[in-house]
């Protein structure tokens, strides 16, 4: 159980258009979901909290015009990259919990962006 | 800043068991420990938790010391699938839904045949 699925898995794309990175929890409900970055050689960065039905909470530092993010639904987040630039080439991360006390975060296998 | 301290690599023959060593001195009392590992190019996979009681799952075993300030987690007999970079994080269980996770850069494990 605790399966999260993220789509696409690897996506390349020009300088200046936007993609968007699906992030489902298959078989739980999650009213938050969280996004991460991970650079090459380093470690995950949580870059935002998403949260069902309310306003993503962004980490320092990250542009959340940029990195758009809509929790439309209990098992859904979207993260979109926009006007995305060479910089934003990166592994993202989402993952997950079914939110009892304790419980693991459950991640899904990431998505490589490359933008050209 | 992470919460943990981890050697940064670590070397284990085929078949042999790895102990992996994970130093979290200033634990909380509503802080559990987890451990995740991650391959090359996928996302972290969750290993094992505990809060006080050394636990066990099909995976792993997690050894936390009486005083919680360390854990060892231990594949019984390591296979070279279990070559990946292994995550030893603490978090508040309280936290619920918004429980956050702070990464280290963990132990990059190497097993060898």
């Known amino acids: 159980g605790a399966v999260v699925s993220q789509h696409p898995s690897r996506v390349i794309c020009k300088s200046g258009t936007s993609v968007k990175i699906e992030c489902r929890s298959l078989d739980f409900q999650a009213t938050t979901m969280f996004w991460y970055r991970q650079f090459p050689k380093q470690s995950l960065m949580l870059m935002a909290t998403s949260n069902e039905g309310s306003k993503a909470t962004y980490e320092q530092g990250v542009e959340k015009d940029k990195f758009l993010i809509n929790h439309a639904s209990l098992t859904l987040s979207t993260l979109t990259v926009t006007s995305a630039h060479p910089e934003d080439s990166s592994f993202y991360i989402c993952?997950?919990?079914?939110?009892?006390?304790?419980?693991?975060?459950?991640f899904g296998n990431g998505t490589r962006l490359t933008v050209t | 800043d992470a919460k943990t301290t981890q050697p940064p690599s670590m070397d284990c023959a085929e078949g042999r068991a790895a102990n992996l060593p994970c130093n979290h001195s200033?634990?909380?009392?509503?802080?559990?420990v987890y451990w995740y590992r991650q391959i090359h190019s996928q996302g972290p996979q969750y290993i094992i938790h505990?809060?006080?009681?050394?636990e066990t799952n099909e995976m792993a075993s997690l050894i936390i010391t009486e005083d919680r300030k360390s854990s060892t987690l231990i594949l019984p007999h390591a296979t070279l699938r279990d070559t990946a970079v292994y995550y030893c994080i603490v978090s508040d269980a309280n936290a619920g839904n918004n429980r956050k996770l702070i990464w280290g850069l963990g132990t990059s494990l190497a097993v060898n045949p």
């Open positions: 505990g809060l006080k009681n050394n």
């Open positions: 993952s997950a919990t079914p939110g009892q006390v304790g419980s693991p975060l459950h």
């Open positions: 200033t634990i909380s009392g509503n802080e559990y």
